[in-house]
């Protein structure tokens, strides 16, 4: 099984919709949260950040966690053409030895 | 200028060459990591260094080797290149002194392996 588990897509959602991302783990011990967005032939850039469960809101986006399902979220709203790209989850531990990457969703967002 | 960069940006070579892929950052940070992302697997683990003299293995070491020649610049090669290694690789920096720790990715390079 692996430790961080993420909807590849594709997801095409209309301008101005509401946009749920998704993120299931396995392992209890993930502290910290983060969602990267990499649009296409670029790296991955840091998008949200959250410590243990919560929500945590910037502009569009809010990033949700809920640590007793082991399931985080991303949601954008107002979604823009601008915001086509691929979403990836992150988690690490308290030590933040290491990273745990999903597989990333590709979202579309069409005019 | 970028903060993270790597060299070259893509290339092409042929089965049992030796490859080294090479990482620059400017922003400071003690810890470097590399990785490779394939279509759907997402970004895999290659190698990770905290500090000059603590290198590490991640998930998929084998076939790699690392040296970070400097706090600055963390290289991967590839000994003898095979076509499974053709992915897109991806440098990263984190700063763990400052108390949080969030990942900067460099812009990448493909490599394909004929």
């Known amino acids: 099984q692996k430790e961080v588990e993420q909807d590849p897509g594709p997801l095409s959602v209309p301008e101005g919709a509401i946009v749920s991302l998704n993120c299931t783990y396995s392992n209890s011990a993930f502290q910290y949260f983060m969602w990267y967005r990499q649009y296409s032939r670029k790296g991955p850039e840091l998008l949200m950040y959250t410590y243990s469960s919560g929500n945590k809101e910037d502009g569009r986006f809010t990033a949700q966690v809920d640590k007793s399902s082991k399931y985080i979220s991303l949601f954008i709203r107002d979604s823009q053409p601008s915001d086509s790209a691929t979403y990836l989850c992150?988690?690490?531990?308290?030590?933040?030895?290491?990273?745990?990457f999903g597989s990333g969703t590709k979202l579309n967002v069409k005019p | 200028d970028a903060d993270v960069t790597q060299t070259p940006r893509n290339r092409i070579t042929k089965t049992g060459k030796r490859i080294m892929l090479e990482c620059s950052q400017t922003k400071g940070h003690d810890r470097m990591y590399w990785y490779r992302q394939d279509p759907g697997l997402g970004l895999r683990l290659i190698y990770y260094?905290?500090?000059?003299?603590?290198?590490n293995k991640g998930e998929i070491s084998d076939g790699y080797s690392v040296s970070r020649q400097a706090q600055a610049k963390f290289s991967l090669s590839l000994e003898s290149a095979i076509p499974n290694q053709t992915a897109l690789y991806f440098c990263?920096?984190?700063?763990?002194?400052?108390?949080?720790?969030?990942?900067?990715f460099g812009p990448g390079t493909r490599l394909t392996v004929l």
């Open positions: 260094s905290f500090d000059v003299k603590d290198i």
């Open positions: 990263a920096t984190s700063d763990f002194r400052r108390g949080t720790d969030t990942q900067y």
């Open positions: 992150a988690m690490s531990l308290y030590n933040f030895n290491k990273f745990y």
